[in-house]
């Protein structure tokens, strides 16, 4: 069974300009998150998809951060303008989950984003 | 909100001895509480995990114990092998609904053969 896919792995920037990442979740789950995580740190929530329903963006910093799920499989996270600061890794995990249960997450290898 | 933290943040240990990390969370409605390992270049992957009907659980070389009241939970790793070497995570889950998810800041974890 193949893993969660991100796209691109790296990816180096100038800031202001936009950049994109993608992530195909684990066949079948419904459940789809992204995460940043800083150098050091553990990996911060951005925002968690149910299918193709937002259910909690409420760390995604909606200036400059937005993300879309059409479909309820892969998904786009973008960032327009980039900043300095958000040098970071994005992940992309998924799960397979109903109304009152949890199922464990699964991570991609992320995408390693610098903005110079 | 939930609030997890994590030590220690570095860890170096002698191949063949144990290693614990330890976690405690502020909010008692978590109820699940996954251990990720994290590879340099990788993305975390689920080691272990425990849920809060359950004092201990064990997986071959590694273990987590959880006790609800003091609200803190511990990563054990016996015979420690240089591969082991890695960041490890730990995450307090509250199910039910939506989940949400808070990670402690990572052990970085060093074996030394």
Redesign the interface.
Known sequence: EAG?VQSPRYKIIEKKQPVAFWCNPISGHNTL?WYRQNL??????LI?Y?NEEA??DSQLPKDRFSAERLKGVDSTLKIQPAELGDSAVY?C?SSL?G????E???????TRLLVL | GEN?E?HPSTLSVQEGDSAVIKCTYSDSASN?F?W?KQEL??????II?IRSNVGEKKDQRIAVTLNKTAKHFSLHITETQPEDSAVY?C?A?L???????T????TKLQVIP
């Open positions: 969660v998150y050091g740190q553990g990996p911060e929530l968690r149910e259910v909690d992940l995990a989950e109304q009152g249960s949890g464990t997450q699964y991570f991609g290898p992320g | 997890v994590q699940y996954p990720y270049g990788k993305g975390p992957q689920l995990d995570f995450a889950i199910e039910g609904g939506y989940q949400k998810v990670f402690g800041i990572g």
